[in-house]
């Protein structure tokens, strides 16, 4: 038996509220054990707070009606006989990282509750006159807390009770007819009651948000099954027809499969990709949130108005708060019709057709159509386009040797005399140039001209040829817009279009790869659009210019903020 009472921890059978054994013993919801007392006074002192589970902190709605554990008070009274003792007050004293009682003298035990009336700390022991005495029980209590004395106004060491909206900072009474006379004050408590408010609605857009982004989740996840469900489906397709080639069509049959596994893999990550930023996003508005519901249940009003302004403002998502998929169909996603043919076509003439035809056969398995969101209507103002806004640099492997760049590139001014520019296979014949930068998604720059008869604002493949038959707007490679002296001729495939618009110097173009469209606008006091082309881009786009036959007429891709 002496045994078995050496092996008992004084510890579990006691109250971790008053620290002694437990006394007509109560289980809560949560499972931990108190003194009915104890516990009954701790909900008490909560007044409209939630009651709660001292050490879980697990909360209870409603309160819990507590009934004597008879088991439980039996065995107490069976352990008392057996001379166990209370636990020795070791482990509740303060240490490093605890807040101390400031009644406690010699070592000090851990505080419980802090009184923002008092501006002291209090162990359970100390803290007994505020339950009994009624006075007392009129003083706010909150949970340990080390920053009382930041409560206590420097200059006339009085609690700070108030709030000056105009220097934004918590006061004393005094302040508020000294120092501050004349500003906006109100008491703690108000400030602390309107800020709250408008912590909750700052919580409620975080919240809204994050259900966005769930949902927008679940789209990107819905998203990638459609790329695969079509990549299977046109995997299939495409074998049934090179299985009827055999030998012959072996070896570009395994190329085609590749290929479309290839687009398939490149589209999941692209969407994956997409689905890992929302989650971030979604894990640091939940951190904000938390961050938000911690300061909101803060008691002490000081404490929450100091820590409020560190809140940062809502910052608006890059992202798209709505992502719609557009239903699987046999030909979406990955598209097999015009493979089938092009193949159909190799089956027919064999090994002659397949060298000249391949090349089709591959474009066809990589026209790729998934959309991820609706298509975005254009800017209606000038911010909206500098949104998209691009810097331009111009390639001096294709500069024309009749054009001189300067301005780090982004200019070229037209030349009398040639230039001596290392001979390079991508250097044009005609006075025109193109970008360095490839132009895909969504883009806008600015081309600012001199008072030149003519100069041509175009964006062109980087596949158009380099001599004859390379002017833009000449070819089916190139759009060009036509720029002279209050009239403006819009290029392509050598058909010439007149338009009409305000004389300007300076062009902006817009370019959405992806919709197929290119509009250019004349930019001054406001944006006119000149021209507006709805068409199918292939490959990505480079900038252009060219400049006629004037010397000292110069363009330039403008940087823009």
Not at 295 to 318: A, G, K, R, V, Y
Request: neutral net charge; glycine residues 4%; hydrophobic residues 30%.
């Amino acid at each position: 038996m002496a045994q078995q009472e050496n092996q008992l921890d004084p510890v579990k059978f006691s109250c971790s509220i008053c620290l002694d054994l437990l006394k007509d013993p109560v289980a809560i919801p949560c499972g931990h054990s108190y003194c009915m007392k104890c516990i009954k006074d701790f909900w008490d002192e909560g007044e409209k707070k939630l009651p709660s589970c001292p050490q879980c902190q697990h909360t209870f709605i409603p309160r819990p009606e507590l009934l004597k554990n008879t088991m439980l008070a039996d065995l107490m009274e069976e352990l008392k006989k057996t001379g166990l003792q209370a636990a020795p007050a070791d482990h509740c004293y303060a240490g490093p990282e605890d807040v101390a009682c400031d009644v406690c003298s010699g070592r000090k035990l851990k505080a419980v509750k802090s009184c923002l009336v008092c501006l002291a700390s209090y162990c359970q022991k100390h803290l007994q006159p505020h339950r009994d005495a009624a006075p007392l029980k009129k003083h706010q209590l909150v949970d340990p807390s080390e920053n009382l004395q930041d409560n206590i106004c420097p200059r006339h060491a009085e609690v700070r009770k108030m709030f000056c909206r105009t220097d934004q900072k918590c006061i004393c009474y005094l302040c508020s007819v000294d120092e501050h006379k004349g500003h906006d004050t109100v008491t703690a408590a108000a400030e602390r009651t309107e800020r709250q408010r408008e912590m909750e609605v700052r919580r409620q857009q975080i919240q809204q948000q994050i259900q966005d982004r769930e949902k927008d989740v679940k789209l990107l996840q819905q998203e990638v099954e459609a790329i695969n469900q079509s990549a299977d489906n046109t995997v299939e397709d495409s074998e049934e027809i090179f299985t009827e080639l055999i030998s012959l069509l072996q070896k570009r049959s395994s190329e085609v499969k590749q290929q479309i596994r290839s687009q398939q893999e490149t589209e999941v990550r692209r969407v994956r990709e997409l689905e890992e930023k929302l989650q971030q996003e979604i894990s640091d508005l939940k951190r904000r949130d938390a961050e938000m519901k911690q300061l909101s249940d803060t008691e002490d009003h000081n404490q929450f108005l100091q820590s409020f302004p560190s809140l940062s403002p809502l910052s608006q998502s890059t992202h798209s708060s709505s992502i719609s998929i557009r239903p699987l169909t046999h030909s979406s996603s990955i598209s097999i019709r015009p493979l089938r043919y092009s193949v159909s076509e190799v089956r027919g003439r064999l090994q002659d057709i397949l060298r000249d035809t391949w090349t089709n056969v591959s474009l066809a398995v990589t026209e790729v159509d998934v959309l991820l969101s609706q298509p975005q209507p254009e800017p209606t103002s000038r911010a909206g386009f500098l949104k998209y806004s691009c810097e331009i640099t111009l390639d001096p492997n294709t500069v024309s040797p009749y054009l001189l760049l300067s301005e780090e590139n982004r200019k070229a001014t037209r030349m009398n005399q040639p230039q001596s520019y290392s001979d390079h296979p991508d250097r044009f014949s005609y006075p025109q140039v193109l970008s360095r930068e490839s132009l895909t998604g969504r883009r806008y720059w600015e081309v600012e001209t001199t008072a030149a008869r003519d100069i041509e604002v175009a964006v062109s493949y980087k596949s158009i040829r380099r001599s004859g038959g390379s002017a833009f707007g000449y070819n089916d490679k190139s759009w060009s817009l036509v720029c002279s002296s209050g009239s403006y001729v819009f290029i392509y495939n050598s058909i010439r279009t007149s338009i009409s618009g305000p004389e300007t110097s300076r062009i902006g173009v817009y370019l959405d790869h992806r919709a197929g469209v290119l509009s250019f606008y004349s930019v001054s006091g406001t944006m006119t659009l000149l021209h507006r082309v709805q068409t199918s881009f292939t490959q990505p786009l480079h900038a252009g210019v060219w400049i006629y036959n004037v010397p000292g007429d110069s363009a330039e891709f403008c940087k823009l903020k």
